[in-house]
Each structure stands twice: as structure tokens, then as C-alpha cells.
Nanobody
């Protein structure tokens, strides 16, 4: 059974940092695009970042570019999201995702095959 399990969420003050991690199990995700989405209360679910499996190319939402960094460890089947200079508007549930399509084909979509349960990130002002 495929599982994506997020960890690392919590409460942080504005300007602070958090690192999210996602552990994938059930298959080898070395040939999968992996990424992160988030959903704030009362808002739509939004793309945050993605990382390809072939050249590890990265993609970011404009709202997090320069502050967030996505990375992956193929050997450990994990993907991370380093979040710096956090703002109250970053408050959301963050979801780890995975899909076999190349990252550039998934841009602008939410059609990822696998989703984690989410981890809450709260940024206080």
C-alpha cells in the first residue's frame, strides 16, 4: 500500500523557519515527481513546490519563491520542504504529493496520484 506521511509541522512566529518532511512507502519513488500543496482555512488548495525525478528540477509558486526550498533523497524515499521567512499567510495544512508524470507536465494541475494526510503549519504574527 502506497503511503505518504508528512511530519515537521507546528507553530512558529512570523520570520521563523520550519522544515517539513515526507516519507514515502509502498514503492520506490525515485522515478516519481514529488511535491507539496497547501490549503488554508476557507481557501482552495494551492500548489507550493515540486521536484522532478530525472534532473531534480524544481518548481515553486510565486508566493514562496526565494523563501522555500524543496529537496529529495531518492535513496531514502523522502522529500523535504525547508520554509524560511515564514509569514502568517503561509498558515495552512501542507500536503505531500507524488506522481509518475514529469514535473513540467503537472504544473497548473492537481492531478497527482498520491497524497499524504497533511501536516498543519501555523505562523503567528
Amino acid at each position: 500500500q502506497v503511503q505518504l506521511v508528512e511530519s515537521g509541522g507546528g507553530l512558529v512566529q512570523a520570520g521563523g523557519s520550519l522544515r517539513l518532511s515526507c516519507a514515502a512507502s509502498g514503492r520506490t519513488f525515485s522515478s516519481y515527481t514529488m511535491g507539496w500543496f497547501r490549503q488554508a482555512p476557507g481557501k482552495d488548495r494551492d500548489f507550493v513546490a515540486a521536484i522532478g525525478w530525472d534532473d531534480y528540477s524544481t518548481y515553486y509558486a510565486d508566493s514562496v519563491k526565494g523563501r522555500f526550498t524543496i529537496s529529495r533523497d531518492g535513496a531514502k524515499n523522502t522529500v523535504g520542504l525547508q520554509m524560511n521567512s515564514l509569514k502568517p499567510e503561509d498558515t495552512a495544512v501542507y500536503y505531500c504529493v507524488a506522481d509518475r508524470e514529469p514535473a513540467y507536465l503537472l504544473l497548473g494541475t492537481q492531478t497527482y496520484d498520491y497524497w499524504g494526510q497533511g501536516t498543519q503549519v501555523t505562523v503567528s504574527s
